[in-house]
């Protein structure tokens, strides 16, 4: 019985790696026809400084899918890099943020996150560079955030990259810092602009006490290093004040906006309302 009981069991999980399986190709399958059926959006997320001031945008990837409606990046991207549709993906996102961002009154810049897959296949500083003469964004007005997995793998070919993209004048941040193996390491092989503290961290500022400290520690870290730190995922004014305390440069999070499409935003691009009513 035992033995008829395990090979039911069996069967149960390989049925139900099948439906997980299908379910990816089928996702797969409607990304394909996503870009050219106009599903998906950028939304705009503010960065602020601690007093609240608006200083910059990041640009979100959404997928309104047909029927399953809003599917999250983190469930779609890892199967867009998986059969490289991010490369067009990723371009799309950079030319939307770029022709967005080159509209506002404000010049505030505006920050893209870029796969690692991006970086490894395709001509990337090509297309950067030719989007920013498309749109005529001024290259100093961008950001590329990344993570690690940009440098796992070929590390030189990804440094000398971003080594060619910091000379045309676009900023580089260093998304997740603190969740992946060598946050650190990392550190000393590049000249980041700018360090994202993940989310999680920010999260168990008030729960757990060594998130405080990790926090701290990143903080003094990166003014030694004289590298702006921008606090990710910052919900609350308890996680804002003790983040201003410890003199974190920047923030983003709920408390300041959620990712919105950047209609929502107008007011904060320096176009009033009322402008945009009567022009
Ligand atoms: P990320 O780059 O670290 O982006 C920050 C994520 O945190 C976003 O999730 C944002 O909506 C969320 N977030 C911001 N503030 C808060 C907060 O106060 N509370 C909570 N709970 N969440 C907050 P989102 O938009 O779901 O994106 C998830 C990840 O997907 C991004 O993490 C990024 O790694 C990736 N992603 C998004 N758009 C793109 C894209 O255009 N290209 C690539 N390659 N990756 C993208
Ligand atoms: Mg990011
Ligand atoms: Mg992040
Ligand atoms: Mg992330």
Redesign the pocket.
């Known amino acids: 019985r035992a033995k008829r009981e395990g090979r039911a069991r069996v069967r149960f999980f390989e049925s139900e790696m099948d439906q997980e399986l299908r379910d990816r190709r089928l996702l797969q399958h409607d990304l394909r026809q996503a870009l050219e059926q106009n599903q998906l959006l ?2 705009f ?1 503010p960065q602020a400084r601690m007093d609240g001031e608006v200083v910059g945008f ?5 997928w309104n899918h047909p029927t399953r409606g809003f599917v ?3 469930q779609f ?1 890892p199967l867009a890099e998986e059969n490289g549709l ?1 490369i067009q ?2 371009e799309w ?1 950079l030319r939307e943020a770029c022709r967005e961002a080159v509209s506002w009154p404000r010049p505030l810049p505006v920050a ?4 690692p897959v ?1 970086f490894q296949a395709g001509d990337l500083e090509r297309s950067i560079h030719q989007i920013l003469l498309e749109t005529g964004l001024a290259p100093t007005r961008l950001e590329v ?1 990344i ?1 690690e997995g940009v440098l796992i793998g070929d590390f030189t070919r990804a440094l000398n990259l971003l080594r060619r993209l910091k000379a045309l004048g676009i900023r580089i941040a260093m ?2 810092f603190g969740t992946g193996y060598s946050s650190l390491s990392y550190l000393q092989s590049f000249p980041f602009d700018k360090i ?1 503290i ?2 999680s961290f920010i ?1 168990n500022l008030e729960a757990s006490p060594q998130s405080a400290e990790i926090v701290r520690a990143v903080l003094s870290l990166a003014r030694a290093l004289n590298i702006p730190v921008v606090a ?4 609350t004014e308890a996680q804002r004040a003790f983040l201003a305390g410890e003199a974190c440069d920047e923030m ?4 300041i906006g ?2 919105e499409p950047i209609e929502r935003y107008l007011d904060l691009i320096g176009i009033t309302v009322e402008r945009r009513r009567y022009a």
């Open positions: 950028v939304h997320q990041e640009a979100l990837l959404r999250a990046p983190d991207i991010i993906i990723g996102v893209v996150n870029l796969s991006q955030e993570t998304d997740d994202k993940d989310r999260s990710e995922g910052v919900e983003q999070g709920y408390l959620r990712p």
